[in-house]
């Protein structure tokens, strides 16, 4: 480990796949809830056009990538709240447009292919800036900070619409806020996992969490908890073994999730028991 | 505020007059998908009262209700909670709704505490801790409902009737003066129905107006002091409960009567079952 640190880019590394882990299972736990597990997928696909927008611009494609993420959010909640489309159907047009937005934007760029595309499919941890670290760090203060201001109301919201609306909850607002913390987390979690592999960070340590915990700010801090492990795990992994990061993290929060099935089981049987004297 | 529906409590709530009811609509019409569902429905609740929306499947109980409370939009018509349409009314720790389920979310699990505390966030400033009165409230709630020994389980293991006390115990928790409740003892057993009717009396004890739906009023019925029964969307009959809907063709004759008679859970018609 101490060697590890050795190593600048390791260092930077290592931050990020902190924040990450502490940010995206944070948010995804009101996805989960709210019955939109795929969402991060959708916004991740998303982003794909965005950042081959980046390319073709020359703008930085973290910041395209944001404010296109954002605008696929914003969209995929106007079409589940308005639209008789049901959440699965608007994310399956998203994902489409999405991947062939990308790859048609990149192939106009100058020098672009889709190999360029490749490090955003996957990640690129090891290559993470100090700037990347800044804007990284900013974006995971702000999920952060809306889950800490907003999670009780957030938390009515996504249990039932109809309730929160009657308690004199702004919906729309709190609906939209949930969406664009969902794409402020995929554009984040982008260096770190990849795209492809955004929607796992923030479904799988929930669906871990909640085999092992009985109440839902339990279920929430569980699954941060296995984030970081996982993260800053399959970051180590990754280094000494000489694999992919974002494949390691995401078969290390996979790993997790089939342990926790087995103990979950467990604790479930004795939690019956008592309840059923 | 001119008083176009017939109403047995009419004469007798102790408020000031100028005090607005808790609902009032005239002329309410509602279309889902283009099928008319409300027809033309006024509806005045005065504080205090307590109210059973009756009718068959269909007829449109829920939905009246549901545009009572700004959740559906009217066609035509207007509708007022507390003198103000819904899209302006703010004073939302007022009401207390209990909706026909819980929804419990997608898998994540909360726990029986969780779901009732929520019942605060109309009361509670965002970045608030929780403060006293609200863990008090919550208390109280719980033990209204008698699930004070299972606030640390999740509610996806309880029963169906559990998990309305659960419903129940949210609205509680929020300490309105007006509860709305859709369908409270759907699939709910004799002995939590008896429990919730207990719950009901201190809370009618308290002063507070009920507006409920129901197919059946069971152990509920000596606290109801005015049935409103639906019919494919309009109001076929507005008045005290007396049991027996075919004997006043007129509901009008009912305004002014006390309405304190026959109210001993008489059997409800065929049409009110549904």
């Given amino acids: ?277 | 505020m001119t008083r176009s529906a017939p109403a047995a409590g009419a004469a007798d709530p102790p408020r000031p007059a100028a005090a607005p009811p808790a609902f009032a609509m005239t002329g309410g019409q509602v279309a889902l998908d283009g099928r008319p569902v409300l027809r033309g429905v006024d509806l005045h609740v005065a504080a205090g009262e307590v109210v059973a929306v009756l009718g068959a499947n269909g007829s449109g109980k829920s939905t009246l209700i549901r545009a009572l409370l700004g959740l559906v939009p009217l066609a035509a018509g207007t509708t007022e909670l507390y003198g103000l349409p819904p899209a302006r009314f703010r004073d939302w720790w007022r009401i207390g709704y209990v909706p026909q389920r819980l929804s419990i979310g997608g898998g994540v699990p909360a726990t029986v505490r969780e779901v009732v505390a929520s019942g605060r966030v109309a009361r509670r400033r965002r970045l608030g801790r929780d403060r006293a009165a609200d863990r008090a409230a919550v208390a109280r709630a719980l033990d209204a409902v008698d699930l004070g020994a299972r606030a640390g389980d999740p509610v996806g293991l309880l029963s169906g009737g559990q998990q309305q006390r659960v419903l129940i115990a949210r609205a509680l928790a929020g300490e309105p003066e007006t509860f709305v409740m859709d369908e409270p003892t759907a699939g709910v057993d004799a002995g939590s129905q008896r429990h919730l009717a207990g719950t009901l009396e201190t809370l009618v004890g308290q002063g507070r107006t009920v507006l409920l739906v129901a197919h059946e009023l069971g152990p509920m019925a000596p606290l109801i002091t005015r049935v409103v029964e639906l019919r494919d969307g309009l109001v076929a009959r507005d008045g005290a409960p007396d049991g027996a809907p075919g004997c006043h063709p007129h509901p009008g004759h009912e305004q002014g009567r006390p309405h304190a008679y026959g109210v001993a859970g008489g059997p409800l018609t065929p049409e009110d079952r549904g």
Wanted: glycine share 12%.
């Fill in chain 1, 1 to 277: 480990m101490i060697e590890l640190l050795s190593y600048d880019f390791m260092v930077r590394a290592l931050v990020a796949a902190l924040l990450v882990g502490l940010a995206a299972p944070a948010v995804g736990t009101f996805i989960v809830q709210r019955r939109l597990a795929l969402l991060g997928d959708g916004i991740g696909h998303v982003a794909l056009t965005g950042v081959a927008l980046g390319f073709l611009t020359g703008t930085a494609p973290v910041l395209t990538a944001v404010v296109v993420a954002v605008l696929g959010a914003v969209a995929i909640e106007l079409v589940r709240a308005r639209g008789r489309t049901t959440g699965d159907v608007a994310l399956a047009l998203l994902f489409y447009g999405g991947i062939a937005g990308g790859v048609l934007l990149i192939g106009l760029a100058p020098g672009g292919s889709n190999a360029t595309l490749t490090s955003y499919l996957f990640g690129s941890i090891s290559s993470v800036t100090t700037e990347d670290i800044w804007v990284i760090a900013l974006l995971a203060a702000f999920v952060l900070g809306v889950v800490a201001a907003f999670g009780r109301q957030l938390f009515v919201l996504c249990q039932d619409e109809e309730v929160a609306k009657v308690s004199g909850l702004p919906v729309r607002f709190l609906s939209l806020l949930i969406a664009v913390t969902a794409a402020l987390t995929v554009v984040i979690a982008m260096r770190v996992v990849g795209l492809l592999l955004v929607s796992a960070l923030m479904v799988v340590p929930v669906a871990t969490g909640q085999q092992l915990t009985r109440g839902f700010a339990a279920t929430m801090l569980a699954a941060m908890a296995i984030g970081v492990a996982a993260t800053v795990g399959g970051l180590t992994t990754a280094f000494y073994a000489g694999v992919s990061p974002g494949a390691a993290i995401v078969l290390i929060a996979l790993g997790g999730f089939t342990v926790a099935l087995g103990v979950g089981r467990f604790v479930r049987r004795g939690r019956a028991r008592e309840v059923t004297p």
